[in-house]
Each structure stands twice: as structure tokens, then as C-alpha cells.
């Protein structure tokens, strides 16, 4: 082919509530701290990769005159020398391996072509899952898993196979039964061999369904690179022999062989700019495809390369993954073009920054991330609007909050009541079928979302009444930051309306919207007239620098500094604003609650701490995110999925504010995360019963209170995230009351 594909359509929403890995033009940490050590090295040769595939040295029978393994590092090994060491380098561990609860089982099965080795991965006895596939009469989903390598190598022992295998386990409870297909690296070995160990692999865990603790009717098969090729064969010919898997999870699949399809524009571009070694460009997969086929790729039979012509119809949903520094990722996009084409259930993501195999990366958040998107896979039905259970980095559920009986303020508790209440209750059912994702956060192409979404959510979000009257004084200004000016709103009540002429107290208030969307105005500005209409008090809107996605885009620390200069300027105008610089509060919603909480610690550090903090469905913990407590899990159940912000799509904001991984970047950026709260300032904490951003703010009332800080904690019953920013709800009264009441508990000439 000389032209270059289309890209392929990101979709606007996964089917199952998991975040899509927006395109970052590079590589993301922790790869891009070791490019440099391959750079210098070319692509690899075709001379090279044939010396490896023909390997001299192996005699009939498939020894080597020297001993070693056919297909091993001494057969010809495609790298040499510096180079190899380069790669090694370039792949070893980033980490420590991750912590898995799932036993291993080595078996022998029978095959056409002699024994077949498998393993069998099942969650440790009396393990409870984060994600759990639903059970029906005890058994759970399972998965048949085959591992890359090319055709020539890998092994169950590799990441791609063991690591995969016990993440899937510990994460949902299936079963995962990872095979050892024979491999074509002796000169004899070609196809079909390798697929017909994949079928009869597939065949005996289906007779043996019940005693793996598998539920037949919910068998996936599954594979990456090569393995992801016999995986989506014999998902063709369990279609065709009235055996068809459940579902085909596919990561970074190799199906194209005498057609192979152009990059994109967009990949090709980023191919020729990556380290050359980690190419596969086209003489190379050619070889690869051939020594597969063990004879021209033209001759090739539909399994064994489904993407060159083969009928699609019927073939089962599919979730293909793709890598966005990769040359297969044109065979993977092509697929899921195809598969839609033939009308499949398909879902395509695109894995940010990361090269080809990147499964075999031990210790990178950004596997584990593609293990949570697989895992949401297994914990779903594997049809749209399934739906799915958070994704959770705590193995347990947290105990149940205990909240007070009364706050401190006199208001009313609302007791939590497990379901939403008037008015949400009327309109929820509106968002039934539709989940949130990344696709909705940061969509490349707003009109390509579907517009029976954008109809439905328009509806839920329509003013249930007009907004509140209000009397307050605004004001815009700008407060001087190390980046630039910061946009600030000044609400003030009139002085007409004012009992005392004393200065008095100030909230600096910090907007939410996932660190990346929001601004002074809308919910907020309501929030601060209605505020201000309550108690007498200064309040300061910030218009903090959102985040934006990509290596040159704005992460952590832009957005915390912008607030911690506004906070300051308002300290340093109190005069001039009317304000008591003594009792200078900070508060914030959802993100914008994680950023007041990063300026309060950082005021305590320096020596003027903040009056008090106020907070409203508060986000702020990166990694790990506390688990939810089982009531809370219950809830976020029956709670439709466009208003979801389960762990795995917080993980996306939070890697946006954070510009990578959200781990080690201080206690400023995630203060849930902070080793010391001590000497925190009194803090408000209000949560949503019918939210999954409820864990963190629960989580970090108990840290508080453990710290020895004043903390008192609120849970609003029957309401979603961000309640407040529907116009005209009633519930908004009561929600500006109880923040107006902590403003009214000290200061000079202010009720207590």
C-alpha cells in the first residue's frame, strides 16, 4: 500500500465505564526515561531476523549442535552485542512486580499434535475481588490466554502470559488458563500447529468449565501480538463450529498478513520519530508471517491471518487494545474498521505512550492500567451498557463511614437511604444505558458523540427552576502568579446589608471539573452568590489554569500554583477587600477540593495555616485510591453510569493533573496521600451518597480525625457528584446553608 489509512475513530465511550489513554505524542514515564539508552540502534535487519527464523544450528529434530534451546538467544538471536544490552536495559523492571492473590496450577492436556502445557490461574480461597466477574451458581467468567513472541518465542513464565494471568485473577476472580502453544522456531513447526493447540486448548476448558469454576457461557479468549492472532483465529473458527467464545480480548493484535494496511498519517509520523529499534517495520513482519505460515503469505487460510478477506459476520464482541508506539497498531486498527464494518461488537482503545508488548513491562502503572481495562472487561457482560463494578487498588472494602448524628453547625443529617431522591430520582433514569469515560472527558471529535446521549444528558441537566436571586457585589481581578496572571472573582456583600463594619471572614473557593474543565462562572458562580447571600463574608472564585493532555501540556504544579497565588493575594489585600486576614478559609469541589487541601498544606508548612477548609466531594488521593465500603459500592450499582466516576476514570483525571504517574509527586498534589496531617486546619467535609469519589472523601475524614485535626463530615443522601451544579434544585438551599454555617463560627463581629 502507498497511502496512508484513515485513523481509527476513538470511540466516545467505552461500554464499560473505563477510561480511554488519550494519544500523548511520545512516550510516557516511566519509558521515556530510557530512550536514550536505544536510541543510537538501528531497526532490526531482515538479515538478522532470517538468521534467527532459519536457525543453521538446529538439526532435524530441533536440537542445536550446542545444546541450547531452538528459538533461544544462541539460535541466531536477532540483537547483538550492544544493542541486545541496550534492549535489555530498556526492559527490565520499572518496579516492584505487583502484589497478585491468585494460586497457579501447571497441567498437561492432550492435543492433535501431542501434549499441550497449560496453567490454570485461580483467585486465592476466600479472596475478594476489587472487580468481580458476577457469579452464576459459583462460577465466574474465564479467559484462555495466549502470549506473544512472534511465533518463535515466549513462554508461560513471561510477563505477558504469568503476570497478565494472576492480574486478571486477583482483579475479577475468573479463571484465566494461559497456554504453552507449541512455538515455529525449529524450521518445522508452522501453521497450523500452533492453532490447532490454541483449539484444543479452548476445547478442554470448556468441557471442563464447572471444575475450573468457570461459567460456560461466559468463556472469553484473549492473546497479545502473536498470541492475539491465534486468539482472534479460533475465535473465527469457533463462529463457524457453533462454538463461539464469549467475547475476544485482544491486546496489540497482529492479523494482517498479505494485506497488511498503511499507518495512519498520524502513526506513521509517530513511528519514524521513535528509537528505530523498536520498529517492526514491514520486511520483518513479512519474514515473521511467512515463518508462521511456513510458505507465502498469499497462501495463508482464513484462521491463520483473519484480517486479510476473511468473512467478519457474526464474529464475537471484540475489545482490541493497541499500543500507540507501534507498527502493529495499524494491523489493530485496521481489525476493529473491519470488524465494525461486518457489524461486531467491537471497542478499540488506544494505550497512551507506550511501544509494542508493553504487557511485558513489570512495574509500570501503565500496565496495570491496560490490566484494569481487560479486568473491566471479564467484571462485564460484554454487551453495551453492562454494567461494571469500580476497579478498586484497595483489596478490601473500607468499613462504613460513621457519620454523626447532628454537625456541629445544628443543621439536619441527611441519613444515607441508598437511592436517589427527588428531584434526581425523576430524571436518572434518563442516563440508563450510557456510561462516562474518557472519550466524554477529553473527545477529539464532540460530534462524534452520540447524540442519544447528548439528548438524554441535556435533558437530566435542564434548570429544574430559576436560580437564586442575590444582592451580592462581584468584581473580577487577577492575582499575579508564577505563570502568568490568575483570573479571581470577588463576591462581597453590599454594604447596605452589613451588620458590622468589621473586616470579615474570606473563602478562597477552588471550581472542580476533573482538573481539566471549569471555570468562575455557572455552578460556581451560583454557588458563591448564594453563599454570599447567607453569611457575611468575602469570597474569592479562583480561575486556576486548567490541565491539558500531552508532554507540553498543563500538569501539576501550574494549577496549584495558580491558587496558591491567589490565596495569598487574597491574605495580602484583606484591607482592600474588607477581610480579616486571620480567618482566611479555603475550599474547594470535587479536583478543585484537592488543590484547596494542597494550599492549606502548604500554608500549615509555612507558617499561616488557613482558617479552616471547606470541602465538597472531595478527589484527593492519586495512587491508591482507598476502596469503597460495600454500602458505598451498592450504591454507585444503582447509580446510572453517565454519572460515575468509579476508580479507573479518576485515575485518567488524576494522571492528566499529574502529567504521568500520580505517585511521588508530594504531598501538595494528592494531600490524601500525604504521610503527615497533622496540624491540618479545622476542615468541612461534605460527600454524595450516590458517588464514587465518596471513598476518597470518607477516606481522608478518617485520616483527619486520626491526625487529631477538627474534622466533621456530611454525607448528603440521594444525590450524585457535583448535585450543586444543577440550576434551581432544591437541594442547593440546604447545601449553601451548611457551607454558609461554618463561615458563621468565628471571626471579629461574626456570630458564633
Not at 447596605?496 to 455557572?522: E, S, Y
Not at 494542597?598 to 500549615?604: K, P
Amino acid at each position: 500500500m502507498t497511502d496512508f489509512a484513515p485513523p481509527t475513530p476513538q470511540p466516545a465511550a467505552t461500554r464499560d465505564g473505563v477510561g480511554l489513554d488519550p494519544l500523548a505524542g511520545g512516550f510516557l514515564p516511566p519509558y521515556a526515561e530510557r530512550l536514550d539508552l536505544i536510541r543510537p540502534f538501528p531497526a532490526l535487519s531482515a538479515e538478522a531476523m532470517g538468521a534467527a527464523l532459519l536457525d543453521d544450528g538446529a538439526d532435524a529434530g530441533g536440537t542445536r549442535d550446542d545444546g541450547a534451546e531452538p528459538g533461544g538467544r544462541a539460535a541466531g538471536a536477532p540483537f547483538g552485542g550492544d544493542a541486545l544490552a541496550a534492549m535489555d536495559a530498556f526492559g527490565a523492571p520499572f518496579g516492584e512486580a505487583e502484589q497478585t492473590r491468585a494460586t497457579a496450577e501447571d497441567r498437561e492436556i492432550e492435543g492433535p499434535h501431542g501434549p499441550i502445557p497449560v496453567r490454570v490461574y485461580r483467585p486465592e480461597p476466600g479472596w475478594r475481588p476489587p472487580a468481580p466477574s458476577p457469579a452464576a451458581g459459583g462460577l465466574r467468567a474465564g479467559l484462555v490466554w495466549y502470549h506473544g513472541g512472534a511465533f518463535i518465542g515466549g513462554d508461560l513464565d513471561m510477563p505477558e502470559a504469568d503476570a497478565v494471568a494472576r492480574g486478571l485473577a486477583t482483579r475479577t476472580g475468573a479463571t484465566i488458563v494461559s497456554i504453552a502453544y507449541r512455538l515455529c522456531n525449529d524450521g518445522l513447526t508452522h501453521h497450523p500447529v500452533p492453532h490447532d493447540d490454541a483449539w484444543a486448548a479452548y476445547l478442554w476448558t470448556r468441557e471442563h468449565a464447572a471444575e475450573l469454576g468457570i461459567d460456560p457461557g461466559r468463556l472469553a479468549v484473549g492473546g497479545a501480538s502473536a498470541g492475539a492472532n491465534i486468539a482472534a483465529g479460533f475465535a473465527l473458527r469457533g463462529r463457524d463450529d457453533g462454538a463461539a467464545p464469549w467475547q475476544a480480548l485482544l491486546a496489540y493484535p497482529l492479523v494482517h498478513a498479505e494485506h497488511w494496511p498503511a499507518p495512519s498519517g498520524e502513526l506513521a509520523a509517530r513511528l519514524a520519530d521513535m528509537p528505530q529499534i523498536l520498529r517492526f517495520p514491514t520486511d520483518i513482519m513479512a519474514l515473521i508471517n511467512e515463518n508462521y505460515l511456513g510458505g507465502p503469505v498469499r497462501d495463508a487460510p482464513p484462521y491463520a491471518f483473519v484480517g486479510d478477506g476473511a468473512d467478519l459476520t457474526g464474529y464475537p464482541p471484540t475489545y482490541i487494545e493497541n499500543c500507540e508506539n507501534d507498527d502493529l497498531r495499524a494491523s489493530g486498527e485496521a481489525f476493529a474498521r473491519q470488524l465494525t464494518e461486518a457489524g461486531a461488537d467491537v471497542e478499540v482503545v488506544t494505550c497512551a505512550g507506550v511501544p509494542h508488548g508493553h504487557l511485558n513491562a513489570v512495574g509500570s502503572p501503565l500496565t496495570s492500567r491496560s490490566l484494569d481495562r481487560f479486568a473491566a472487561r471479564l467484571s462485564a457482560g460484554g454487551q453495551k451498557g453492562s454494567a461494571c463494578a469500580p476497579a478498586l487498588d484497595g483489596a478490601d472494602a473500607a468499613p462504613d463511614f460513621v457519620y454523626p448524628a447532628a454537625t456541629r453547625s445544628g443543621l439536619p443529617l441527611r441519613a444515607g437511604e441508598g437511592a436517589f431522591i427527588p428531584p434526581f430520582s425523576d430524571r436518572a433514569p434518563l442516563l440508563e444505558g450510557f456510561t462516562r469515560n474518557e472519550g466524554e472527558l477529553f473527545p477529539e471529535d464532540p460530534s462524534g458523540i452520540d447524540p442519544a446521549l447528548l439528548n438524554a444528558f441535556a435533558q437530566y441537566s435542564a434548570p429544574w427552576g430559576p436560580d437564586e436571586d442575590s444582592h451580592c457585589l462581584t468584581r473580577d481581578a487577577e492575582a499575579p502568579g508564577p505563570n502568568g496572571a490568575v483570573p479571581v472573582r470577588v463576591y462581597s456583600p453590599r454594604p447596605d446589608r452589613l451588620a458590622t463594619a468589621a473586616p470579615l471572614p474570606a473563602l478562597v473557593w477552588i471550581h472542580g471539573g476533573g482538573f481539566f474543565q471549569g471555570d468562575v462562572n455557572g455552578p460556581d458562580d451560583s454557588f458563591c452568590k448564594g453563599l454570599v447571600e447567607r453569611v457575611d463574608a468575602v469570597v474569592v472564585s479562583v480561575g486556576y489554569r486548567l490541565c491539558t493532555p500531552g508532554p507540553d501540556g498543563v500538569h501539576y504544579p501550574v494549577p496549584h500554583e495558580d491558587c496558591w497565588a491567589a490565596f495569598t493575594w487574597v491574605r495580602e489585600h484583606a484591607d482592600e477587600l474588607g477581610a480579616d486576614p486571620v480567618h482566611v478559609a479555603v475550599g474547594g469541589g470535587s479536583a478543585g477540593a484537592n488543590l484547596a487541601c494542597g494550599v492549606a498544606l502548604r500554608a500549615r508548612d509555612e507558617g499561616r495555616p488557613a482558617w479552616q477548609v471547606v470541602l465538597y466531594c472531595p478527589l484527593v488521593h492519586g495512587r491508591p485510591f482507598p476502596p469503597a465500603s460495600e454500602e458505598l459500592r451498592a450504591c454507585a450499582a444503582r447509580t446510572p453510569g453517565m454519572l460515575r466516576f468509579p476508580p479507573d476514570l479518576t485515575a485518567v483525571m488524576n494522571s492528566l493533573y499529574a502529567g504521568g504517574d500520580p505517585s511521588g509527586l508530594g504531598d501538595y498534589a494528592f494531600p490524601g496521600n500525604a504521610a503527615d496531617l497533622t496540624s491540618f486546619p479545622p476542615t468541612y467535609i461534605e460527600n454524595c451518597e450516590m458517588d464514587d469519589v465518596r471513598a476518597s472523601g470518607e477516606a481522608f475524614a478518617r485520616q483527619l480525625s486520626e491526625a487529631g485535626v477538627d474534622v466533621e463530615a456530611v454525607l448528603i443522601a440521594g444525590v450524585p457528584h457535583g448535585h450543586i451544579g444543577l440550576v434551581g434544585s432544591p437541594l442547593n438551599a440546604e447545601h449553601y446553608a451548611r457551607m454558609a454555617a461554618r463561615l458563621k463560627t468565628a471571626g471579629p463581629g461574626v456570630p458564633g
